[in-house]
T-cell receptor, first 114, second 113 residues
Framework: GAVVSQHPSRVICKSGTSVKIECRSL??????MFWYRQFPKKSLMLMAT?????????EQGVEKDKFLINHASLTLSTLTVTSAHPEDSSFYIC??????????FGQGTRLTVV | AQTVTQSQPEMSVQEAETVTLSCTYD???????LFWYKQPPSRQMILVIR??????QNATENRFSVNFQKAAKSFSLKISDSQLGDAAMYFC??????????FGTGTRLKVLA
């Protein structure tokens, strides 16, 4: 399958600071990228969908000013958690797909806000 | 609205035996895709198998196969000759067109040695 690389795998940040998570498609052009949040022992909750070169589409209840998504190229999307708070601590996962195939997932990022 | 339901929170299977994980979905679309993803303890989501709704033939990938019943909106995953490495969370997912995926709540599979 195709390779999607997500970085960092773990990050700890102080409350009030911002943290950026990168998602890269290594061997295909990702026209669409998805960002999910996963709570312990729960399913994936879609936060937003981004298409290269256009604004992300956020799911209901997700604050777009808090979770900034940029999909500036066909191989890179970033999620920036702004002014992070302890309740933002979670496991964040990206996935990417081209126009034809299924979505492939990054390794996930465990964010801890202290 | 489309929904995906996995009614089995947890399943167990003896090593080398066969297990079937259930998934049902609801949609008014006629053209869509269905997937099974595996999430081991590493939490990396791995594509196991996929099925295009317009194909009547059930998809097969080595020890993994599906029973796709379009009229019943059912999409079960059969794992044959279960191995210890198959232990994971399994998520059923639906996608219509080029848009977003909808995931079920997952089934935790335990493989007993």
């Amino acid at each position: 399958g195709a390779v999607v690389s997500q970085h960092p795998s773990r990050v700890i940040c102080k409350s009030g600071t911002s943290v950026k998570i990168e998602c890269r498609s290594l061997d295909f052009q990702a026209t669409t990228m998805f960002w999910y949040r996963q709570f312990p022992k729960k399913s994936l909750m879609l936060m937003a969908t981004s298409n290269e070169g256009s604004k992300a589409t956020y799911e209901q209840g997700v604050e777009k000013d808090k979770f900034l998504i940029n999909h500036a190229s066909l191989t890179l999307s970033t999620l920036t958690v702004t002014s992070a708070h302890p309740e933002d601590s979670s496991f964040y996962i990206c996935s990417a797909r081209d126009n034809e195939g299924p979505a492939f997932f990054g390794q996930g990022t465990r964010l801890t806000v202290v | 609205a489309q929904t995906v339901t996995q009614s089995q929170p947890e399943m167990s299977v003896q090593e080398a035996e066969t297990v079937t994980l259930s998934c049902t979905y609801d949609t008014s679309e006629s053209d869509y895709y269905l997937f099974w993803y595996k999430q081991p303890p590493s939490r990396q989501m791995i594509l196991v198998i996929r099925q295009e709704a317009y194909k009547q033939q059930n998809a097969t990938e080595n020890r993994f196969s599906v029973n796709f019943q379009k009229a019943a909106k059912s999409f079960s995953l059969k794992i044959s000759d279960s191995q210890l490495g198959d232990a994971a969370m399994y998520f059923c997912a639906y996608r219509a067109g080029t848009y977003k995926y909808i995931f079920g709540t997952g089934t935790r599979l335990k493989v007993l040695a």
